[in-house]
């Protein structure tokens, strides 16, 4: 056993031992068939042949293995054997053990990851219209037996014996003193902490995939709707995806003699969609003419009033729920989906992020922020300027220049693809590297608004996904795209780059965020635009305390649905509709009235993500504030550099992470002050 080890073994006993609750976060014994009296027998015959300097470890493991055990795996005495001789006592032999896991879960997790993106691809790719039997291939999950293969053949219970769970608490607490070895098998003591059933998995793939297609095709005809004066606002054949194609057309109309009408008209629509009274065949449905205003279609000559859609994105959500739901009770670490979310997924509390929110959302500097964008428009706020786009540097050059630039530049996927060694320089890389990394992503026209796609394995290639209409990428595809593009930057680097498989990726998807934010908001500079504003930088800290409350304001509404869903797992869709709309008043009139001088508003509810990515609109704002604190970081520095030497960190836990990349923790302060200096500045 190296030193190393020994220390961080005899650390973490006095880490538990000065636990209030020790085992409040440990897998709980009676959930597994086997009795304390065989635990304590097997720790002792174990401890006899390893040594009592390992005790804590041996405990630890054997707990947790008979945690899981039942009776397929065998019977007590069986239990016993296996513990005694898989239990890997010499650290060579542990460090041999772990290499082996690393090498082969990265083969089977790579493999499986393509097969889902060969599955997946008639839905996320731009190839016309979807077949029933997409949807069957892409439900499908070549991961779905692997906790049950891996339980049978006990590679699960060799990898929980040997390398056992430890709570965020612990891994924090004992942080600064882990080497980059232990980290890792740390992270390999994370895998295996529940035991599904493969008919659970498949369940939770298959209601996850339908709700992705719902909103990939939830597309509203904006040369179909019509105001109270009959006129067509939008040009033809324009067609948006909800909610991120109708809030960014919002965001665009910014400055433009004919913006306001063409909002307004988009906020109704959002309205319509929120309160499920939005008609349902004028979805994606390019011959019926609709007035979001007075909801009436145009057909058969008159107008009429049809049926609406039947809370159907609210039974999206429910679905979505009730698919995690039935995975709680095989989590004994993780009881409820709200806690995998946050505690496993994020590593940060909901109680945590929300105070995090709090502190940004009830700052005086945005009520003042909010009275600069009313100056700045003429007119009081509406709620849908909580996406007012002024305050960037691109809203002073003309859409219809910027569209001309990125559609000549990228005709197809092909053309963004290689250009982006040529990117990648412009941000700080040289030639080799530049090269490296773009070597490592592949460029794929989306059929929704798009995505990043990470590798599972170090021989394969991230995905950038992005849509591309015929005649080429428009601005707004250029810049989901360069967002895109940091995700997979951070993936490549992150898995690539890192010294242990199993340190791959980064802490939570908040950091992955993070340098897509910081790649999206230097989408002029690699176009070659450059802004002489001086009060560029003042303003650019406005446009991201703004975006990063608004998207807090959409999690804590998200946050607060899934807390009501647990309290009332039975609900209907229309319950649950009215629930929803319910809270997003609720959220809005505590933290956005007092800014907006409107009350009661539920705009806050129309993010798509909070049916086709179930709690993950936390990782957003969070994003925003790591975003915030890398920038002060690589200030007069190398991006490239600097960035390279954060994302090699990989998955360590995020404030341990923080400290390594920019010597603190995370915090909304840093965002708050440099406001309030901004808008002394601006006045």
Known sequence: MSTNLKTFILAMSVVIAACNNPGK????????NIGQAVIDHTVTI?????????????????????????????????????????????ADSRKKLFETLSRNFEAMWGHSDQISV???????????????????????????????????????????????FYSLAEKSAIAPALTRLEWAYLRMGD????????????????????????ISEYYIRMDQLRNEQDEQLFPSNMSLITHWGLRDEIKAN???????????????????????????????????QWNPYSNMVYTDGTWKAMEREPDTRYRQLLNNFRAHRAADS??????????????????????????????????????????????????????????YDGFKARSAIPAEKLNATTQKLYQNAAAFEKDMPNLLAKLGYNQERAQYIASKITVEGSRGAGHAWPAQMRSQKSRLRTRIPEGGMDYKGYNIAIHEFGHNVEQTVSLYDVDYYMLRSVPNTAFTEALAFIYQSRDLQLLGMKITNSEATYLSTLDKLWSTCEIMGVAMVDMTVWRWMYNNPDATPEQLRLETIRIAKEVWNKWFE??????????????SHMISYPLYLAAYPLGHLIEFQIEQQITGKNLALETDRMFKAGRITPQDWMQLAVNEKLSAQHLLQASAEALKALK
């Open 25 to 32: 976060h440990e897998l709980k014994p009676e959930a597994g």
């Open 46 to 90: 174990v401890v006899e042949k390893a040594g009592s300097a390992q005790l804590d470890q041996i405990k630890r493991g054997i707990t947790q293995v008979a945690a899981l055990w039942n009776e397929t795996d065998g019977t007590t005495a069986d239990f016993t054997t296996f513990c005694l001789e898989n239990y890997q006592a010499d």
């Open 191 to 214: 895998i295996f902490i529940s035991r599904i059933p493969a008919s659970i998995s498949q369940q939770i793939s298959k209601i996850s995939t339908e709700s992705d297609s719902y």
């Open 330 to 387: 095989f989590h004994p670490n993780y009881p409820t989906y709200i806690q995998r979310a946050f505690d496993q997924g994020l590593e940060l509390s909901m109680d945590e992020v929300e105070l995090l929110f709090a502190e940004a959302l009830g700052s005086p500097v945005l009520k003042e922020t909010g009275a600069l964008i009313s100056q700045r428009l003429g007119r009081p706020l509406r709620p849908y300027d909580i996406w």
């Open 118 to 164: 060969e599955f997946n691809k008639a839905l996320h790719l731009d190839w016309g219209p979807l077949e029933p039997v997409d949807l069957v291939f892409a439900s499908y999950s070549p991961m779905a037996h692997f906790y049950d293969d891996f339980f049978k053949n006990k590679i699960a219970f060799i990898t929980i014996l040997n390398f056992p």
């Open 594 to 607: 007092p800014v907006f001088g409107i009350a009661d508003e539920p705009i806050l509810a129309i993010y």
């Open 254 to 288: 910014y400055g433009k003699p004919s913006g306001l009408p063409r909002q307004e008209i988009i906020y109704q629509v959002m309205q319509r969609i929120i309160h499920q009274d939005i008609p349902a065949k004028v979805i994606n449905n390019p011959d019926m």
